[in-house]
C-alpha cells in the first residue's frame, strides 16, 4: 500500500521552461497550447482518472522531473558572467569595442590530439566529498535546495516566495535557514568539523 501511495506523489517541480505540468495537487494534468479562435495560448487541464490514466501521468511527471533535472544541471555549469558577454555580443557584434567571449577562451595553441590525450585535472578531494554528501545522504528535497540555494544562488527569501505560489503555504524565513543548515551539517559533519554558528548577542535597552 505504502508503494502505491509514494507512486502517486509528484516528481517534477515548477519550471517555466516547461508548458505542461502536474497541478500540486496532483488532480489535473496541465499544457499550453495555441488557440486558433481566441489567438492566444490556453492551458488545457486533463483532469488524472477520468481524462488520464494513472499510469500515463506518472510516467509523465517522471518526464517532466528528468528535463527538471536536465535543466538545473545545465544551469548550474553556466557562468551567468560569460552569458552576459555573449548576449552583449550577439546584441551589437558590429560594435568595434565587441568581443566575442568564446574567442576570448580559445586555446589556438594546442593540437587537438594534445587535447585528447591530455592528463585529466584532479578535483578538489573536498568538493568530491561534498558531492558525495548532497547525493548519498540528503533527501530529494534537501538535493533540490542544495542545487537551487547553493547551486544557483537563488535567495532563500525568493526561494521561500516561490514555495508559498507553488504550495500556497508560505515558510518562514527560519524554516528556509533550517532547512540550508541541516544540509551545510551533514557536509561539515562529513569532513569531521562543525558548522559556524552565529553569536546570539544581548538585546540593548
Known sequence: MQRNNDSKKRKSRFNPNRTCYL??????????????????????????????????????????????????????????LFDAKANSYKADPDNEDAVDPWDMIADKGSSPEDAMFAEPEQENPQAVEARRVIDEECTESQQDFFFEHFGK??????????????????????????????????????????????????KKD
Open 153 to 202: 544562488g537563488t535567495p532563500l527569501e525568493e526561494m521561500r516566495q516561490a514555495e508559498a505560489e507553488q504550495t500556497g503555504k508560505l515558510p518562514s524565513s527560519a524554516a528556509m535557514t533550517n532547512r540550508k543548515n541541516k544540509i551545510v551539517d551533514k557536509v561539515a559533519k562529513s569532513f569531521g568539523v562543525e558548522r559556524v554558528k552565529r553569536h546570539k548577542y544581548p
Open 23 to 80: 497541478t500540486a495537487d496532483g488532480k489535473y494534468y496541465c499544457y499550453e497550447r495555441w488557440d486558433d479562435d481566441a489567438k492566444c495560448v490556453v492551458t488545457q487541464r486533463l483532469e488524472v482518472g477520468k481524462d488520464l490514466s494513472l499510469e500515463l501521468t506518472i510516467m509523465l511527471d517522471e518526464s517532466d522531473h528528468d528535463m527538471d533535472l536536465q535543466d538545473r544541471y545545465e544551469s548550474e555549469l553556466r557562468d551567468p
